[in-house]
């Protein structure tokens, strides 16, 4: 089963509702499709006539190992997608070898996913709520629980319209809770009110303050998209940037991630690791972000589609495929390493 | 109901003679489609981490207060499109807090639409007439109804062929009358007849005459799309410039009023205000209006929208999801104000 | 009935091996798209605020007055479309007061032709032929009916593959004649051979050489591209040159004309008349044609879909109609001739 | 039955297995698409007015006449299009004068394959393999057999994914052998095995290498898209170079071979011939090849569709019409030679 083999499976399983929700984006939704789209404007430039074994995808990502420049993105609710939930990404993650980052929005306790992999490597993504408390008390379990890193999402001042989420009537089920922002015995929540709730004076001064809540742990400041808001982010205490436009679900027309990268790469000048999300579907698109100065990727709704089609064998199968498909870019690229890979590969 | 739904809803409603009416432009449409796209060519570079507590849409229009950038367009005949015809725009636009420009071919008297909304804002467009006693008598009855300012359509010298109307045989039907152009008792108008009336030697001296004719009132130069006739119609007097190709129903493919509005700002250099209509369907298209120096947008279709489906609450909620809309995108690009937009949050 | 469902119309009362003669073109037919999409890739930039008055379409071409800046362009075996066949289109293009570009491949001889219509104006196109008694005999004649100019298409020197011709099997119907190019009692022709026939070394000298067959007659030199080609046709003698690929009926992907265009006129620099042909569907593509720098458009499809549709009358009324609108493009640009039109109206 | 029917009758023809692995490519097979399409992106700017008389499309390729700047591709297989194979590709080929690149994948031996046409201008395509004793032993028999030039194919130093192939369980079916690179008694060969034994250590040094193995024949390098990797196999000895990405079938979103072709004309210098495959359909793709500085393309699936259609008689048939067709091509240009097309024919 290839990536849009599974997309289409997942699309089968999923109740509309669900699959709306995953796929869909802001307004008219064209972030979301230029997000894809701007991968594929880029055409590579491959070397042959070299020698090429050995390739390998693997890298380092805040100084954790993990064999492909990827990351498993933060995003919401998973047991909307399958019983297992978090649970499974967790497992699938930890099987394939990838950071897993948890998502605040997680329908399962950061500390029971702890628990399902005791060893695998895992960050913690937050919003900053008007209510600085909330955010404060899960930076403060991720790190009592060893989360590696805290992944703070600043794109989300007010909240977006989703066409598709309104027309659906979409919400979280009764009955599933969401116990690292809410009390775990809240079981009637409205989604809505919830990201109503998000701080919309989150300034640079926060990563240093979100840091200090997780006792020092590093902060990736996840969700911009111009190079004079990373300089910031990196100069007030940020140790990676993430380029995002949260997959095209909150500004429409947001100028699409590949297209911004460059500018990013450039204004944080190695100060700081720098990754991408948005429309990653294959090996060249991971080479395609390195080319562009990017240490690494996240990848989201491909993990989801894993997970909805079969658990955290789903997952593990996307993350190994996206792995091999790295590795074998990079080969026909002519480049062994992903820390090989030059700007001059693309056009 | 989002605004693609209320389309699609006024086009249930309506029968297709006016439904096409509405929607179609000159020859093949290109402009029509080609305003609408034009916006989306724009991507946003928003901002963030920056405080955008307390953002509001709000700024002023020719010194009148306005909840956001916007003023409802001069649109004709809205009898066509509910029985309550230009009293329920009025009353939803009052409700709304907006700026309504009434059409010189309105199907109620301007004296009707005042009194339905005592001390909501209200301007009022007008047709030279080669006969320019009609434009006169409409400019003294708009000043003494206490209309604020005057719109002087000047995109019109001759006739443009829909295709649409014409296969339709779309024509005013019995019984309607327009009572700003013709005598209140003429009920058998032919709508081809009154536009083959306007004057094809408008110039800019007639600036002033239709400002005397209001007793002084200010004069909004509406369907201009070169910084060399923005420039000579500020010269002459106006107080503000509509960068407007009529919504693509003149002159099929010109410029796209997004791709123009730049150079009449830079001509215009501060000297009047500047706005711009055609295509805008969104908070995002406001914000790329305001950054390419527009001073508002002025909406048309939409309103007719709200109007066909709904009447006075229809135009009163298309108007409050724009400004709403309009707000939200505000704060998701990291401006808290109108005022505060600038270039560079375009590419 | 407006052009588009002229064309539609035509469709349906053709036979389609006639209808896709009529439509097609070299290969994938790429060329007869582009020449059409070529003028819709220019935008206007009209001017208001001018007086239009008065505003008219007529002009002169090599001298001879016409209302509007076109010409019926060479187009061959009007029989196929209608049984008047070339008397017809003959009739009305007199009647609308347009030059009538007589093709050498005409199904009725260019002395009826004449005879038809006798104060109208009316102009001879010419292939030359390998065996040049041919082209001299049909030049001769020309001069002798009182034709006003040659129009020597130099587009052809070997035949082109019409996929949709091979496919159909089409060739000239049993029973119908070409009597400007065989003799009169020549009734099973084959138009693949005719064609084949064509002198593949037409060189400048040429240009000369059929001027004098004709009496001196101005030669208008039909079907390039390049600068360079048009200054060596006009250094030669031409008096015009018409920028064509022949409908894109000659070679798939020739540069459209509407981009070829403005070579053309640097080239030529004033010392002829520069026409151009392909694509030109209203009254905007001719304003464009001027705007680029060319003294009149031809028109070739769209008689015959009049022809085909209304013999006479509807050749009059697709006339017509193009010459009112362009009459009222012109005024929409806020000019009142041909001659006013200037480059900076486009972008 | 033009090309496009050719196709057509192909699909009709054949299994869909084995058709998707015709028509297929990597991924989502936008190189495949854009190496066709990056033809048509080029306009062609003809010359008129010249003398074209005795227009030819021969050329000589490594110093073998051919009667057109073309060469049959290498690739695999042919008897899954047709029960006579490669012996009905060599016997088309030579019938139509056209050197025939051999695919060291073929199902016939290089030998039976030059018996079957004892005359005939014939290349051989190899690959390096890891165990190198494979690749030697064919260079020694094309050599031994006749063959007048060695290809090696360097773009493949791992496997593709190609998705239409896996869906559909490819591979060889049992009782077909490939009697070039594997024991001739090898009847159930594991085509994904067999690729992915290549070695993924090609080096410039290779290219002597081979051609010590073929006792000297000369080495055209095929399958690299930049100035920088044609300079590395011209300066080890490379007597050609063809710019290809394995029609698409290798890297997605490769560079189109038409873009690519400027560059390795640039830097090639004219040190050796430069090929250019991936696209070609017509005698207007060989002329903008050659204006861009190509000696020859290389034609793959149209050859195969004319051997799945007709055997020996499709694949002459196509390719006398792609020779034919350039030949209308060059004199539509206004060139009578190959070697007299210039740049400036395209634009």
């Excluded at 990676?240 to 500004?251: E, F, I, Y």
Aim: hydrophobic content about 45%; proline content about 6%.
């Amino acid at each position: 089963m290839d990536l849009s083999q599974r997309e289409a499976a997942a699309q089968t399983r999923l109740e509309p509702v669900w699959f709306d929700y995953l796929q869909g984006g802001a307004g008219e939704e064209r972030t979301v499709r230029d997000n894809r789209d701007a991968w594929g404007r880029w055409s590579l430039r491959p070397h042959y006539l070299r020698d090429v074994r050995g390739t390998s995808a693997a890298t380092t990502l805040l100084g954790t190992p993990s064999p492909a420049p990827m990351v498993v993105a933060p995003t919401a609710m998973h047991r909307l997608f399958h019983p297992d939930g978090e649970l499974a990404t967790a497992a699938g993650a930890a099987a394939a070898g990838m950071i897993y980052t948890v998502s605040m929005a997680a329908m399962t306790s950061l500390e029971d996913i702890a628990a399902t992999a005791p060893g695998a490597p895992r960050w913690m993504q937050v919003y900053m709520f008007a209510d600085r408390g909330i955010t404060k008390a899960c930076c403060e379990r991720a790190a009592a629980a060893g989360y590696a890193a805290l992944v703070l999402t600043i794109d989300s001042p007010v909240t977006a319209r989703n066409l598709r989420n309104e027309r659906n009537g979409f919400n979280v089920p009764a009955g599933l809770t969401l116990p690292n922002l809410a009390p775990p015995d809240a079981h009637d929540l409205d989604i809505w009110g919830i990201v109503g709730a998000y701080d919309p004076a989150v300034t640079p001064d926060d990563i240093a303050i979100v840091s200090a809540w997780g006792g020092g742990l590093p902060v990736v400041v996840k969700g911009l998209v111009r190079g004079d808001d990373a300089r910031r982010a990196v100069d007030a205490g940020a140790a990676a940037v993430a380029v995002s436009n949260h997959g095209g679900r909150q500004l429409d027309t947001c100028i699409a991630t590949a297209r911004a990268l460059p500018e990013v790469v450039d204004a944080v000048a190695g100060d700081a690791e720098v990754y991408v999300d948005g429309g990653v579907r294959a090996g060249i698109d991971v080479v395609k972000a390195l080319a562009l100065g990017a240490r690494a990727v996240l990848v989201g709704r491909p993990v989801i589609w894993g997970l909805a089609t079969d658990g955290a064998a789903g997952v593990e199968s996307v993350l190994r495929e996206l792995t091999d498909d790295t590795a074998r870019a990079l080969a026909l690229c002519g480049v062994t390493s992903p820390h090989d890979v030059t700007r001059d590969l693309l056009t």
